[in-house]
Structure formats: structure tokens, C-alpha cells
């Protein structure tokens, strides 16, 4: 292996040494444990370590990090403590999850490190977000990140090469070429010659590194960065290098030849490194067994005080920590009322907002200058520029990594979805990312997705969906779906105040049929409280969004009714108590629902209300919703397909019950 030290001084070779023998030695500790039973699982970056610290090595101590499951040289060279990082491989209370997730699915603002999950990909796009928050802050830093050559293959990767492309974003894609993807080899997960021209289809400037030699990742980095800082711009790398033992320990490497394991174990990053050291005398054998010695003792000093912490018992905080607590700021202005549409709310709501926090910045496709497919943010460029309501290009799961990697990066997010029914090519990183943040490591998402929902529009399967039951059953996600005006101002005002991710639901027939007078002035209210529309003895009506409307239509056209019709606003958190308070008096429940029946909130309602209010129940519990098809176009079938005309008999066959 040919070493070249230029501009590398000798303390810093030595450093880079010792940099790469702490994971190495950690790592050997860790087999014998997991063979003895004492850790679970461990997946191994024995003859990767080279990158993994080099790349550390070579960015500054407040730039970000986000390094994948072999990559354990970033959290050692970070100076992460060992006795966390232990407690966290053992799921104790002192790691940095409090036991939630496992190995390297961690963050840490402390050390700059964000933590994988493991789907990979989203990764990527939540590097891209935090190089964008710098580069709005004014911050000349770089961000790393690394994926695997198999997660190369993964739509999110191609994503956020694309954003960091087109908005310049200063981050450095690392791709760590081990060879194989847990046993899938490199030329059935792709086709080109080097991973580094994937970068030309992107524009973006690419290198092939020997990620074995210490010494070209480190200089190559530190200089690519220093370039960077001043010029912000992607790069992408790839760091040729081999995994030397199995996907993780039980799976093993029989399916890889051994002359190749053998080819790879010559080039070793440690051995061949240290030969050179010698040679040159840079070390010799005393400074060797030296370091080797500061390092055993270490890892047993900090493996005896994780050992010596008990396990968890203490569940106390589990549901308390699956949002960031925040409280809710009431603003109640007494300002002019204006009659306006629902679409009007929700815009003045979110040019309130922006105007409120310097800090918020809009996503979606066609936002900008075209105003959106809706026009809710028509105008907003001219007022707050194009750095802050931004174009992005169609790419949900990369824009919705983004919008998270922004929120690390101490800045808000609010995305819209052009449709709702496509925030489906942005589930993983809501459901995975967004979700599970607070809960694993203590993160919150400070992002609001905007999600223009709802049939009666002759729109068919695709642009029509109310597919907010897709989130309801994830908890970690609030959901907030107002039906007037007046709500949708300020449930939406209150959503960007909230530090954790809210899917906020419009509904686009609603858009401009529904008027209503609004406060012009900023204000908030609440999420988890229902509101009572109408008040009656006879039976309580639950709903919201559309269903809100056919039940008014319902009840007007039916005077003699007397019924408590209760908006839910809020789907998570759910005003249950709203509704007790009123089953209690009426005895009977009827539920409206817009979606179709199975496995939606209705059904969540009923099953609430009977385990909660059954002896006072004077009937069943219906529910009424769309039928168990896809929506359809036509406006027939449409017609027939949501519940509006179903309701009304119902209501009154259980009046009659
Ligand atoms: C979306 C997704 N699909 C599949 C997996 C299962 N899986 C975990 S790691 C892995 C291989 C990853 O290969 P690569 O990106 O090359 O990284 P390496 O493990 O080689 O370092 C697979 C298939 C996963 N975690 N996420």
C-alpha cells in the first residue's frame, strides 16, 4: 500500500493510528462478548475502519456526522464515552435511548452524530436538510454522510443526491464499497464501473477513494472539505474497501471466495498502516504496546461500569416520551374579522406563521412562484424569498428526510404534499423517521406535512384519498383535521408551534365552498379538544372534515333531530372525554366517516365508547363510512362509494332503535 504523508504531520499520523486501533480492539472485545452471550447482535467494520475515521478526522468537531452500522470509528474518534456506548449496546438506561433501540440507531447532539434507522436510505435526505440549515443559518460547514454501496440501489439515495445537486447543499456522500450487501454481491446490486459516476448523472463532482488507506481518505477529505466550506456544494465518494466478516456475526461469509477475503486481508487498513509507522519510525514497539495497553484498559474499565448497571426497570416514561412535551401558547388577538375560505385560513395562517419564526421554511413542488396546485402559498416568494419557500423537486421521501434534517438542525419545516394521497412515496421516513425520533433518542420532528385530501371531486383513486387512518395507528405522529375556516387557522398556527410532526389534513372540496368569519390576526387553538356544533338529547353525532358538512346538511334537513354533533378537529390526540360527556347523555352513538369503514378512526371511536361507556348505551354503536373500494372517478360511482347518501337512513333507523 503506498502511503503519501504530505501536509500530514507526524503527531497526526500517529493520532489517526490510535484513531483507527480503539475500534478495532473495541471490536475484537465485542465478538468475545457476543460469543459469550453478552451482547445480542454486532455488526462488524473490522478492515473498514480507515473511512469511518478518516472522514471523522477531517470535518470539524460541530459538523454533523450521520454514519451507518459499521461505522463505529465516527463515535470513537467523536470521543463518544465508551461506558455509554456500551450501556447502549446492552440497552441500559445510561446508552442513549434509554433502551428503546439497539447498536448504532442513535443520535446525539452532544457529539454531532445522527444515527441511522434502518431503513438505510432516509439517512441521505436528512443530511441534505441539515447542510440546507446551515447554509440559511450562514454556517460554513460541511455534513457526512454514509450508506453502503447495497443502499446506493435505494430510491433515497437518488433523491437526496439530486436535492443536494440542485440546491447546492455543501454535503459529502460517502459510500463505503465493502463489497457486499449483507450476501448480495456488487454486480447484482448494479451495473457501472465505479459507484463514484453515479455522480456525473447528478452534476455532482465524484472520487474513488482507497477507503483502506488511512492516509489518502483523511488528506483527500480534509481538503475536499476545506473546498467545500468556502464553495457549498455535494460531493460524492466512494471509498473502495471489503467486509471482512459476515453481514452481522450469525449470518457468516460462506458465500464470499476466500481468495477474496484472503486478497482483502493483505490490505488491511491497521496492519499495513502500522508496518509503514514502523518503518518510517514514526512508532516503534514500545509506543505500540503503549497505546495497545491505554486502550485495553479503557474498554475494561468501561465495560465493568456497564455490566455494573442494572437493567431497566423503571417504565414509567413510556408513553410520556413519545412527543416532546411542549406547552401550548394560547394567542387570542381581537383584531378585524374577515369572511373568508377554508384555503384562505390555512394561508394566512402559514404566512402568520412565517412571518412569526424566522426560523420556518416551506417545501413542496410548485410552491414557489406558482403558488402551489392549490395557491396557498400564492405570494409567498415575493414576501419571504425563495431560500425559505422552496421549489423541491418530486421527491416526497427525500423532501421528508430533509424537513427532518432541518429540524436537527434547529430550524422548521412545514412540507406540502401537492396531493395527499402521494405522501405515500414519503411514508418510510414519516412513519420510521419522523415518528420514532423523540421516542428512540429523545429528537422531536419539527415538521408539519400539508396534506390536501378528500373525495366529492370526480378526482378517482389517485387524487382523492382521506388517508389519514395511515397515520393515526402510528404513535409518535399527531393528526389534525379541521373542517371550517376559523379551525384551520389556528390548528395550523399551533401545528408549527409544536416541536413534534403533525399531518395536517385539508380538505380540498372543502377549499373553496366553506366560508366562514376569521380573526385576521395571529392566533392558535388548541389540538385535542372537540368542539360541539350542535347540542341535542337524542343521540351524539361524531365526525370530521367533509363528514362535519354531510352531518350539518343531514340535521338541517332534518329538524326534528335532536343530536349532539361533535368535530373531532383533532384525530390524535382525540377528545375521547368530549365524547363520553355526551354518549353518557344521549345513549346512542352514530360515527361519519369519509374513509372507508375498516380499520379508520370511527372504528377506534366505537370500540372506545363501549369498552368506556357500555352501560349506558341505549344501541349499538354505528358506524357509517365508504365502502371497501379504491374511490372511484366517475361521478356515479363516487356518489355511490362515500357515505353522504347512506347517513341520513341511518341515523334515523338508529334513533328508531
Ligand atoms: C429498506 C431496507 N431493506 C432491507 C434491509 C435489510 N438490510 C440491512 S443491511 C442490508 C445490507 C446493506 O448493504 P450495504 O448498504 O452495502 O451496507 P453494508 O451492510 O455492506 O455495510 C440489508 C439488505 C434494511 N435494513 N432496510
Known sequence: MQYTTTGVDPTTQISLYKRMLRPRMIEEKMLVLLRQGKISKWFSGIGQEAIAVGVTSALKADEYILPMHRNLGVFTTRNVPLPRLFAQWQGKASGFTKGRDRSFHFGTQEYKIIGMISHLGPQLGVADGIALADILKGNKRVTAVFTGEGGTSEGDFHEALNIASVWDLPVLFCIENNGYGLSTPTNEQYRCDNLSDKGVGYGIESYTIDGNNILEVFTKVASLCESIRTNPRPVLLEFKTFRMRGHEEASGTKYVPSELL???????????????????????????????QDIEQE????????????????????????????????????????????????????????????????????????????????????????????????????????????????????VEMQFADFVSSGFNPIVNYLAKSHYRWNEPADVVIRMPCGGGVGAGPFHSQTNEAWFTKTPGLKVVYPAFPYDAKGLLTTAINDPNPVLFFEHKG?????????????????????????????????SYGLGIHWALETLDKQPQVQADLIDLRTLMPLDMESIYTSVKKTGKLIILQEDSLFGGIASDVSALVMENCFEYLDAPVRRVASLETPIPFAKNLEDNYLPIHRFQKELLSLLAY
Not at 421554511?361 to 402551489?372: E, S, T, W
Open 262 to 292: 484472503s486478497k482483502w486481508q493483505e490490505k488491511d487498513p491497521i496492519e499495513n498502516y502500522r508496518q509503514f509507522l514502523m518503518e518510517t519510525e514514526i512508532i516503534d514497539e514500545e509506543l505500540q504496546s503503549e497505546l495497545q
Open 299 to 414: 474498554i475494561s474499565a468501561s465495560l465493568k461500569i456497564a455490566f455494573g448497571e442494572n437493567e431497566i426497570e423503571d417504565v414509567s416514561e413510556e408513553i410520556g416520551d413519545v412527543f416532546k412535551s411542549s406547552v401550548y401558547q394560547h394567542f387570542k388577538v381581537n383584531t378585524e374579522i374577515k369572511n373568508i375560505r377554508l384555503v384562505d385560513a390555512i394561508s394566512e395562517g402559514l404566512r402568520q406563521s412565517m412571518e412569526r419564526h424566522d426560523d420556518l421554511v416551506l417545501m413542496g413542488q410548485d410552491i414557489a412562484d406558482y403558488g402551489g396546485v392549490f395557491k396557498v402559498t400564492e405570494g409567498f416568494v415575493g414576501a419571504f424569498g425563495k431560500d425559505r419557500v422552496r421549489n423541491t423537486p418530486i421527491c416526497e421521501s427525500g423532501i421528508i428526510a430533509t424537513a427532518m434534517g432541518l429540524s436537527i438542525n434547529r430550524m422548521k419545516a412545514v
Open 510 to 542: 372543502l377549499y373553496r365552498s366553506t366560508y366562514q368569519d376569521v380573526p385576521s390576526g395571529y392566533y392558535t387553538l388548541p389540538f385535542g379538544k372537540a368542539s360541539f356544533l350542535r347540542e341535542g338529547d337524542a343521540i351524539t353525532i361524531v
